[in-house]
């Protein structure tokens, strides 16, 4: 069908048809059916009630196929200009399939794999008439009292980096052609989110400029570079400024340095919240200052509804940022080809593989994504062994985290299923053992979400506890699964105590009475502390919220059919009051000698050692790996022609594997001071049995450039230490180059 023209089109538009676009709203102000329905949310939401909903530019987390079909079909037969709407809704890391959480897929530093399980998801939403999903969150976090860390790639700025392209590279397709079986992507949330003081949700972000283009911008500009779509707005102040009401971030930094034309869409009611922020005195305020920073759809509010046609009639807003807004959302219509076909994916489902083939596509991934933490050999287990399978998450399906609300929890494998392959009846018990909670009110759900205690039962402690321990007395070994609430991680839930919840400590200590081995599979949706258990165990392993088959992989690794290979992608404390605590920290004048050295006018605390339980990049497996012998082809090079560093590593084992070989760089001497080491690059490199290889990495000026205090982004003269290693903590393998 011809390419519909656009300004034509906006020209016939009124200003009431304009200003609908850039609204959005949820299910059910176009529940098909009673226009009744629509009048009820609208008087709630605020909306005049002669707002005409069929002048409406998008609709929010409509929640099937189905649905999405009748809103678009009654939507089309009563608007006047046939302007489709477009379908957005959150699916972050799943659709019906879910993929382990993005903290755990950041683990695996398999980019490809994720890029495809991001394919995989497109495909499937593709087939259910979506367009737009809200992902990929690419919030940096330090701080995992911020229970959003679930959704994001963790800490480090490289691996943000590669994770969003490769995020976007999935949902969009090549080349950002969203072509058929792909879905427009939209970054989240611009900007800097994942920074709040305190670590508590929504709360105030303050940092230096510096900071926000060395660390938090990297991964929103690599999604941008690879075509992202859409930009949503955080609730969050940058600094004292609201991010949706912010000039400087959206139209200097994302529009200009950026480069972004696309559609801007603040995150739910964000733009109301401007008032309680207190930068405006009123909505009327708040629709002008949003739409001068160039938002373009405010998400489920009625301040662009209730305002913008008064802001233009008095003259407070020129009617060219309303059009330009406008544009950009019936542009994105028009790249989606909604126009020429508004069921797109609906007519013609995209042929979708398989439930086999996305299992083996979502397994290639889950498998790296579990991170094994400890293990004095007890793994993997000897199947002639007794074992007695305990914890509240041992029969729990549907583990998806809390941003997969499409999940389909039966096509999910709880880890009871997946280990009964392994094991005959007589060789596997299983007992609860423990609540995960015995209060979930603190979640802080509405009474109108139902009854908290139909939603999450609490069994008798005492007998859960007196059932475990009867189950465990008769076995060799006892493998815990164990954890958070699926809704104590996710939006909403910081914490000031990571540790596990006290019913489950307390059954691990009973436990641990009977002298057996022990083995914990924890599953939570950010690093928890873990000081207090640790030692009760033989081993662990760190598995997230693993998704639709992620207990597959994870009973595949307890047996040793599956080698683990996840590093972390965040640092894990010791001490809650190391927190914020990650590898990439900068220097100290007075740095410590060594962790237990206790010489006092050092940068230490007097409590607790520096040094986090488990660091970033740290990950076992049943290999043996050593990675030794680093060198570069040359040790002073110019701007145009950087080294290529290379080391040698070697499997001491009859066990096949996979190690993440990992590149740091430490600046030596700069014009600011450059923090103790930071990733550049890193391989997946697979080893057979007692084999030995030379693995390579060809630097790039990209790597030694920093923003300096006056924002100037460049690489300066000087040495810098180059590691090759399999963690942050261990740089000794290192050589030292000079940039001329
Ligand atoms: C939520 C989240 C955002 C999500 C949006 C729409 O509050 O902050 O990540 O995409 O609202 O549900």
Known sequence: MEKINLQSLLKQMSIEEKVGQLVQLPTEFFKAGETTETTGPLEKLGLSKDYNVFNTGSALNVTN?????????????????????????????????????????SCSFDFEAIKDCASLIAAESYNDGYHVTFSPMLDIVRDPRWGRVMESFGEDVYVGKQFAKAMIQGFQGENSKLSSGHLAACLKHFAC?????????????????????????????????????MVMTSFNTINGVPATGNKWL????????????????????????LVVHGVVADEYEAAKLAMECGVDIDMKTAVFANNI????????????????????????????????????????????????????????????????????????????????????????????????????RELSVDLKSALEKYFTADKLSYAEGSNI???????????????????????????????????????????????????????????????????QRNLIKKLAKLNKPMVALIYAGRPLLLSDIEEYFAAILYTWFPGTYGNIANAEILVGECNPSGKLSMTFPKNMGQIPIHYATYRSGRPIIADDVAYRFTSRYLDCSNAPLYPFGYGLNYSNFEITNIKSNKYEFTKDSLPIISATITNNSDIEGCEVVQLYIKDDVASISRPISELKATQRVQMAAWQSKTVEFKLEIEDLKFYNNELDYNSEPGTFT???????????????IKLL
């Not at 283009?213 to 941008?224: D, Q, S, T």
Request: a negative charge; aromatic letters at 6%.
């Open 309 to 408: 046609e008064k802001l233009i009639a008095n003259e407070d807003l020129n009617i060219d940022l309303l059009d330009e807004a406008v544009l950009r959302v019936l542009r994105l219509k028009e790249e989606l080809g909604l126009f020429s076909n508004p069921y797109r994916g609906l007519e013609k489902p995209v042929s979708e593989q398989s439930v086999e083939d996305k299992k083996e596509t979502v397994l290639n991934l889950a498998r790296k994504t579990s991170v094994l933490l400890k293990n004095n050999g007890i793994l993997p287990l000897d199947t002639k062994k007794k074992i007695a399978l305990i914890g509240p998450h041992a029969e729990l399906k549907g583990q998806f985290g809390m941003w997969a609300f499409l999940g389909e």
């Open 437 to 503: 909670l015995l209060d979930y009110s603190n979640l802080g759900f509405s009474t109108n979400a139902g009854d908290i205690s139909k939603l999450f039962p609490v069994k008798n402690q005492e007998d859960l506890e007196k059932e475990a321990l009867a189950v465990a007395q008769n076995s060799d070994i006892i493998v815990l699964a164990i954890g958070e609430s699926m809704m104590e991680s996710g939006e909403a839930a910081s914490k000031t105590d990571l540790r596990l919840s006290q019913p």
């Open 250 to 273: 959206n139209r200097k930094v994302l529009r200009k340095e950026l480069n972004f034309d696309g559609v801007l869409i603040t995150d739910y009611a964000a733009i109301k919240e």
């Open 193 to 229: 989110y994942g920074a709040p003081l305190a670590g508590r949700d929504y709360g105030a972000v303050d940092l230096s400029l510096q900071q926000f283009y060395e660390v938090h911008l990297p991964a929103y500009k690599a999604a941008l570079d690879n075509g992202c779509k």
């Open 65 to 105: 196929a189905k649905l999405i079909k009748e809103i678009q079909s009654n939507f089309l037969a009563n608007s006047k200009h046939k302007i489709p709407l477009l379908f957005m809704a959150d699916i972050i890391y799943g659709n019906k399939t879910v993929m382990p959480i993005p903290l755990a897929q």
């Open 722 to 736: 180059v590691s090759i290693s399999n963690c942050s903590n261990d740089l000794e393998n290192h050589v030292i």
